[in-house]
């Protein structure tokens, strides 16, 4: 049972430029959150979709985005990219928008924004 | 707001020595505590979860881990120590918020194992 995918696993990008994240939910969820993690901190979260809309979002600027598609993968955008969104960005998927059965992460992508 | 805090940066232990990462919360509403280990270059396995039954949880690799609502805390532990269990460790408290949950994380806990 394939758990949660992300791609790409690494990307350099410059600043300013734009960057979009991609993640496969585990197989039979249908929420998908995404998560900021900087170097030695713990994750932040930054937003959380459910049946294609946005349910709840972080203390993130808008610059961030995102998307849910039918099929419950989702996207996370981020525009005009500062050295500071250089972090691990973690997916994670629940069975429901309540997260009672748990989360499922996964490996994340390493952004690193020079 | 929900907030996690993890005492310590960074526990060493010695391979077969009890391990204690300690997190104390706070919730205004019953909370959802979770633990999680991460190791290098990799995502975040959910070790254990405490969703309001059993105070006492247990969960994979014999770790286990204790609600103690009067001292708001939800430290982990395990038994004997081994060198696999080197790793990060995160607690987190889930906040619902409008029908939505998101995990609210601590600072972590680097555990070290020496042989």
């Known amino acids: 049972d394939a758990g949660v995918t992300q791609s790409p696993t690494h990307l350099i990008k410059t600043r300013g430029q734009q960057v979009t994240l991609r993640c496969s939910p585990k197989s039979g969820h249908d929420t998908v959150s995404w998560y900021q993690q900087a170097l030695g901190q713990g994750p932040q979260f930054i937003f959380q979709y459910y049946e294609e809309e946005e349910r709840q979002r972080g203390n993130f600027p808008d610059r961030f985005s995102g998307h849910q598609f039918p099929n419950y993968s989702s996207e996370l955008n981020v525009n005009a990219l500062l050295l500071g969104d250089s972090a691990l960005y973690l997916c994670a998927s629940s069975l429901d928008f309540g997260g009672n059965y748990g989360y499922t992460f996964g490996s994340g992508t390493r952004l690193t924004v020079v | 707001a929900q907030s996690v805090t993890q005492l310590g940066s960074h526990v060493s232990v010695s391979e077969g020595a009890l391990v204690l990462l300690r997190c104390n919360y706070s919730?205004?509403?019953?909370?959802?505590l979770f633990w999680y280990v991460q190791y290098p270059n990799q995502g975040l396995q959910l070790l254990l979860k405490?969703?309001?039954?059993?105070?006492l949880v247990k969960g994979i690799n014999g770790f286990e881990a204790e609600f103690k609502k009067s001292e708001t805390s939800f430290h982990l532990t395990k038994p004997s120590a081994h060198m696999s269990d080197a790793a990060e460790y995160f607690c987190?408290?889930?906040?619902?918020?409008?029908?939505?949950?998101?995990?609210?994380f601590g600072q972590g806990t680097r555990l070290t194992i020496n042989p």
């Open positions: 405490y969703t309001s039954a059993a105070t």
């Open positions: 919730s205004s509403v019953p909370p959802y």
């Open positions: 987190a408290v889930s906040s619902i918020i409008q029908g939505a949950q998101k995990l609210v």
